[in-house]
Structure formats: structure tokens, C-alpha cells
């Protein structure tokens, strides 16, 4: 089978090849299990240019065709600033022309489209306007009520299936009457993989990693840093960050008063990397206000690494942290609620890692990546018979 795969911006900033958001992770890692499996993938994404680079988890072997970029990104692409809003029309008719000329000329099978409710309606209004194979959109949240509903509600019937990797999408598209098909998919970073045969610390290390915003929750975890940090001077209270235009306050006043409060911002200094963080954690704090993807992989990658994570009781944060067992739900936004969890996991060490080994476990069995090619082509299968 030929397939087609839109992705928006998949390209990033030089030297972040690495670092690269789960919306894209996610069908980049598909894409290699299908072509393993022996169908002709292809990437369509947005041009990029000079001082971007695409991802190492992009499978070399994949051709990569590049289209007009149809939204304004704002200061997103820099990491300066938030998304911008709007799309500009002209570009708008660009990208259209050319995701179907591509799609004509390479007579793709299906058309699979991966990203959130924008992307979904470029995918149904491409059908609108005949492209010439059927459209698959992946959501990896849902976004509603949406502002122009009257035609978005067109798009969206116009697609030929919608999939999701979590219950909680599949729920909330339920919710608006959209059928959603569930599939099945595994976790692309592994920290102990990456970390190899180095040398690993002593567990005695608090990891919250991510970018220091409200929204991720960076200003609950300072308060629970603030208050716990004299309480256990023997563990090292750390923060693993990129840079952000809106960095929550507090971070280095915390690491100048605490001598066992460490910030590490990432491009990380020789001798330290995010899985030697991670492997010397005793557990990981990840509690945020807003999931930007279902499931969010920063939790699920701490728990593949067999460390015990405290997450927000929100979304798909349920369908990943087994609570009590594999680590600890919160109330969401509720700092006292963080803290009390984490002093717990504190007092009782050897329990807790006995949870990071659960945790690992447990990912294994409930998230990998055996059933996605049956799964997804299950889905390919149907629609083109249908359209």
C-alpha cells in the first residue's frame, strides 16, 4: 500500500533533533513501522529552510515532500513566543494545490493526516475539493466548541476516518458525535536505550522536565520544591528545562536558596543528558494544567524509564500513571495536593522505586508498538473500499 502523511512543521530548530514534540513522534515512528512492514510511506510537510533540521527519529528511507506552510506560527517556530493566529488565505490555496498534486502524482492509496481540529479540516476540505484518494486524520486532542461550527461540521464528515490514541479523545469526540477509531501505539524514547552502558548515580534526584510554564504546571512545582527541599537535603530537587518566552518566576531564586535545587537548561552542558537525569530520579513531577497532546509522552517516557511519576488526575494522564501503583494522580492546579504526594514518595523510598519498576513494567505490556500496523492498515483497508 502507498500512503501519504501529512505533518505540519516537522523540520525544528538546528541542534534539537532530539527534542521533538509528540504529535510528531508519534506518526514519524508509525510511518517507519509501515515501511518495516513493507509499504511504500511518504512525509508531506511545510518547508523549512537554513537553521532547521528534521528530526533523527524521521526514517531516512522515507521521501519527504515540502508544501506552503498555510498558518501563522507567531514566535512558536523560535521558541520567542506563543502560536500566532490565523491562516493566510493565499498560502491556504498553495498548500491545497499542492498536498493534491502531490497526492495525484504519486497516486497515493490514502492520504493520512496527523496533528489536531485544524488539520482535520484541512483533511476534510481536501476531500471537498477532490482530492483524488481517501483522508485519515489522527487528533491527538480535542478542541471544542470550535468557532465556525456550521462548517467545520462539513469537514469533519468529509473525512473518511478519524483516529485516536487514547480513550479520552476517542470520549470527547464521542461527546460531539464524531466516531472516532482507537489505535493502538508504543513510546519512541526509551532513556534507558539512549543512556547505554554510562555509568549511572545514586537515586536520589526530584525531575521535573519540560518547558517552565503555568500550563505544564513549573509554578506548583516550585511551590512543592520550595517547601520540601529543607526537608530532604540528601535529594537533589532539579529542574530539566528548554528555553521559554514565559517562564514562570521563582525557578533561580529557588536554586540560589536551596543548595540541593539544581536548574539544567537544555542545550545541557557536557556530562549531563536527559536520560542520566532521568535514570538517577527517584520520581518525576509532571503536573500540568493542559495536556497539548493525548497521551502526553514526557509522562509516559518517565514511566518507561521505570521511574515513578506524579501527573495531574486530566485527560489521558489516567489512561498512563496507575495511581498508587506505578505513581501518583493530583488534583490539577492543586500545589498542597503536589506536595503531600510527593512528600509521601519521599518518606518512603524504597516503595516508591518498587513503583518505577512496576511502571516500567507496566508500560511494556499496555503501550508498544505490535498492534499499529495491523490497526492502521485495518482503518486504510476499510476506507478505500468505502470511498
Same mark, same amino acid.
Given at each position: 500500500? @502507498?500512503?501519504?502523511?501529512?505533518?505540519?512543521?516537522?523540520?525544528?530548530?538546528?541542534?534539537? *533533533?532530539?527534542?521533538?514534540?509528540?504529535?510528531?513522534?508519534?506518526?514519524?515512528?508509525?510511518?517507519?513501522?509501515?515501511? @518495516?512492514?513493507?509499504?511504500?510511506?511518504?512525509?508531506?510537510?511545510?518547508?523549512?529552510?537554513?537553521?532547521?533540521?528534521?528530526?533523527?527519529?524521521?526514517?531516512?528511507?522515507?521521501?519527504?515532500?515540502? =508544501?506552503?506552510?498555510?498558518?501563522?506560527?507567531?514566535?512558536?517556530? +523560535?521558541?520567542?513566543?506563543?502560536?500566532?493566529?490565523?491562516?493566510?488565505?493565499?498560502?491556504?490555496?498553495?498548500?491545497?494545490?499542492?498536498? @493534491?498534486?502531490?497526492?495525484? $502524482?504519486?497516486?497515493?492509496?490514502?492520504?493520512?493526516?496527523?496533528?489536531?481540529?485544524?488539520?482535520?479540516?484541512?483533511?476534510?476540505?481536501? !476531500?471537498?475539493?477532490?482530492?483524488?484518494? /481517501?483522508? =485519515?486524520?489522527?487528533?491527538?486532542?480535542?478542541?471544542?466548541?470550535?468557532?465556525?461550527?456550521?462548517?467545520?461540521?462539513?469537514?469533519? @464528515?468529509?473525512?473518511?476516518?478519524?483516529?485516536?490514541?487514547?480513550?479520552?479523545?476517542?470520549?470527547?469526540?464521542? %461527546?460531539?458525535?464524531?466516531?472516532?477509531?482507537?489505535?493502538?501505539?508504543?513510546?519512541?524514547?526509551?532513556?534507558?536505550?539512549?543512556?547505554?552502558? %554510562? /555509568?549511572?548515580? &545514586?537515586?536520589?534526584?526530584?525531575?521535573?522536565?519540560?518547558? /517552565?510554564?503555568?500550563?505544564?504546571?513549573?509554578?506548583?512545582?516550585?511551590?512543592?520544591?520550595?517547601?520540601?527541599?529543607?526537608?530532604?537535603? $540528601?535529594?537533589?530537587?532539579?529542574?530539566?528545562?528548554?528555553?521559554?518566552?514565559?517562564?514562570?518566576?521563582?525557578?533561580?531564586?529557588?536554586?540560589?536558596?536551596?543548595?540541593? =535545587?539544581?536548574?539544567?537548561?537544555? &542545550?545541557?552542558?557536557?556530562?549531563? +543528558?536527559?536520560?542520566?537525569?532521568?535514570? *538517577?530520579?527517584?520520581?518525576?513531577?509532571?503536573?500540568?494544567?493542559?495536556?497539548?497532546?493525548? &497521551?502526553?509522552?514526557?509522562?509516559?517516557?518517565?514511566?518507561?524509564?521505570?521511574?515513578? +511519576?506524579?501527573?495531574?488526575?486530566?485527560?489521558?494522564?489516567?489512561?498512563?500513571?496507575?495511581?498508587?501503583?506505578?505513581?501518583?494522580?493530583?488534583?490539577?492546579?492543586?500545589?498542597?495536593?503536589?506536595?503531600?504526594?510527593?512528600?509521601?514518595?519521599?518518606?518512603?523510598?524504597?516503595?516508591?522505586?518498587?513503583?518505577?519498576?512496576?511502571?516500567? !513494567?507496566?508500560?511494556?505490556?499496555?503501550?508498544?508498538?505490535?498492534?499499529?500496523?495491523?490497526?492502521?492498515?485495518?482503518?486504510?483497508?476499510?476506507?478505500?473500499?468505502?470511498?
Amino acid at each position: 500500500m @502507498k500512503i501519504g502523511n501529512f505533518i505540519s512543521v516537522v523540520a525544528g530548530e538546528e541542534g534539537f *533533533e532530539n527534542n521533538v514534540s509528540g504529535h510528531i513522534q508519534v506518526p514519524l515512528e508509525g510511518m517507519a513501522c509501515l515501511r @518495516k512492514a513493507g509499504h511504500d510511506v511518504h512525509l508531506i510537510t511545510n518547508e523549512y529552510g537554513e537553521g532547521r533540521s528534521l528530526p533523527n527519529c524521521l526514517d531516512a528511507g522515507i521521501p519527504v515532500h515540502q =508544501v506552503t506552510d498555510s498558518r501563522n506560527r507567531g514566535g512558536i517556530l +523560535t521558541r520567542a513566543g506563543d502560536q500566532g493566529r490565523g491562516t493566510r488565505l493565499g498560502d491556504l490555496r498553495r498548500q491545497v494545490s499542492q498536498i @493534491k498534486r502531490i497526492c495525484r $502524482e504519486q497516486q497515493f492509496d490514502v492520504l493520512h493526516l496527523h496533528g489536531y481540529n485544524r488539520t482535520a479540516h484541512l483533511g476534510g476540505g481536501l !476531500r471537498l475539493l477532490g482530492l483524488p484518494c /481517501p483522508a =485519515v486524520c489522527t487528533v491527538f486532542a480535542a478542541y471544542f466548541p470550535e468557532r465556525f461550527p456550521i462548517v467545520t461540521r462539513r469537514l469533519w @464528515k468529509r473525512l473518511d476516518a478519524v483516529l485516536a490514541g487514547t480513550d479520552c479523545v476517542v470520549e470527547h469526540f464521542a %461527546q460531539e458525535g464524531i466516531k472516532v477509531d482507537r489505535f493502538r501505539h508504543g513510546i519512541i524514547r526509551d532513556p534507558l536505550r539512549e543512556h547505554g552502558d %554510562q /555509568p549511572v548515580g &545514586p537515586k536520589n534526584r526530584v525531575l521535573f522536565w519540560r518547558d /517552565p510554564s503555568v500550563e505544564n504546571g513549573a509554578d506548583l512545582t516550585v511551590a512543592a520544591y520550595r517547601t520540601l527541599a529543607p526537608k530532604y537535603p $540528601e535529594i537533589n530537587f532539579d529542574f530539566a528545562i528548554r528555553p521559554h518566552w514565559n517562564q514562570v518566576p521563582g525557578i533561580e531564586e529557588l536554586e540560589a536558596d536551596f543548595e540541593n =535545587v539544581h536548574v539544567h537548561r537544555f &542545550p545541557y552542558p557536557d556530562g549531563i +543528558t536527559l536520560p542520566g537525569l532521568l535514570l *538517577e530520579s527517584v520520581c518525576v513531577l509532571q503536573p500540568m494544567r493542559h495536556l497539548s497532546i493525548n &497521551p502526553q509522552l514526557v509522562i509516559a517516557e518517565s514511566l518507561v524509564a521505570g521511574i515513578a +511519576t506524579v501527573a495531574s488526575d486530566l485527560d489521558s494522564n489516567r489512561e498512563l500513571v496507575r495511581d498508587g501503583e506505578t505513581g501518583r494522580l493530583v488534583r490539577t492546579g492543586d500545589a498542597e495536593d503536589l506536595t503531600d504526594a510527593l512528600d509521601s514518595l519521599l518518606a518512603d523510598p524504597e516503595g516508591t522505586l518498587r513503583m518505577g519498576e512496576a511502571a516500567r !513494567r507496566d508500560m511494556a505490556t499496555r503501550w508498544n508498538w505490535s498492534h499499529l500496523v495491523e490497526d492502521l492498515v485495518q482503518v486504510y483497508e476499510r476506507v478505500r473500499k468505502s470511498s
